[in-house]
């Protein structure tokens, strides 16, 4: 594959919203992290020390993975974010990773955390 390096570079006033509504899901998803840390039940203390019927053990466990999965989605959405803020912050917000071209401006509007164009999406998927 050929890479093309090409040098884009949005002006920050056309940026500054972006970085505003990154930092305001950043925020929240943090937060959505501390939920469900409190939503977790191995976080409980009393557990450990509880006799439980086998069928609470078996539900505790269920209701650990799922926090661990939700947990999982929200580290993910997080690093995207956190990389997005580095690549604007380095002036190489909109330019695939990959092969270094422009990503269109439509498919960064629907998520602007997208690091790959579409051909070099579909190559990695495809």
Do not use: W
């Not at 409190?38 to 509880?50: M, Q």
């Not at 086998?54 to 956190?82: F, P, T």
């Not at 695939?96 to 579909?122: H, K, N, Y």
């Amino acid at each position: 594959m050929r890479t093309v390096k090409q040098k884009l570079s949005f002006p920050i006033n056309i940026l500054q919203p972006l970085i505003g509504f990154l930092r305001k899901k950043e925020r929240q998803l943090e937060e959505r992290k501390k939920e469900l840390d409190k939503e977790d039940p191995f976080a409980d203390s009393d557990r450990l020390t509880s006799n439980a019927a086998i069928d609470a053990e078996a539900a505790e466990q269920s209701g650990h993975d799922r926090v661990a999965a939700l947990k999982l989605e929200v580290e993910k959405g997080l690093i995207n974010i956190r990389k997005t803020l580095t690549t604007i912050r380095l002036g190489k917000y909109g330019l695939c990773e990959a092969c270094g071209r422009m990503i269109d401006t439509d498919r960064l509007a629907i998520d602007p955390t997208v690091s790959l164009c579409i051909s070099c999406s579909r190559r990695k998927t495809g």
